[in-house]
Nanobody, 126 residues
Framework: QVQLVESGGGLVQAGGSLRLACAPS????????MAWYRQAPGKERELVAK???????NYCDSVKGRFTISRDNAKNTVYLQMDSLKPEDTGVYYC????????????????????WGQGTQVTVSS
């Protein structure tokens, strides 16, 4: 079973930067979008950034202009560059990879599957 392996989390002071990376432990085919979510203590998981197969990216309002999502299609890896970090960015960050399932087992319209990473802690001190 392929798993997503995240790295790059840690403790940083406000105004600092971190770069998260997420790569699969094996080969994944037919990747659609890739995304990063986060969950702060006592709050629901929220979508932070998403990048589509064509390279277009969207961000939640609170991180626009500070975070940059990118992907390396050759390595099936997604990154999140986080600059000008704030204490409210603290939380567990999860990567998310969505794939198409095609073939006779999945019918005419196919299906989808989403992989989740195990999460990496990001703590921003004031």
């Amino acid at each position: 079973q392929v798993q997503l392996v995240e790295s790059g989390g840690g403790l940083v002071q406000a105004g600092g930067s971190l770069r998260l990376a997420c790569a699969p432990s094996g080969t994944i085919f037919n990747i659609n979008h890739m995304a990063w979510y986060r969950q702060a203590p006592g709050k629901e998981r929220e979508l932070v950034a998403k990048i589509f197969s064509g390279g277009n990216a969207n961000y939640c309002d609170s991180v626009k202009g500070r975070f940059t999502i990118s992907r390396d299609n050759a390595k099936n890896t997604v990154y999140l560059q986080m600059d000008s970090l704030k204490p409210e960015d603290t939380g567990v960050y999860y990567c998310n990879v969505n794939i198409d399932l095609v073939g006779s087992d999945y019918g005419v319209w196919g299906s989808e599957y989403t992989y989740w990473g195990q999460g990496t802690q990001v703590t921003v001190s004031s």
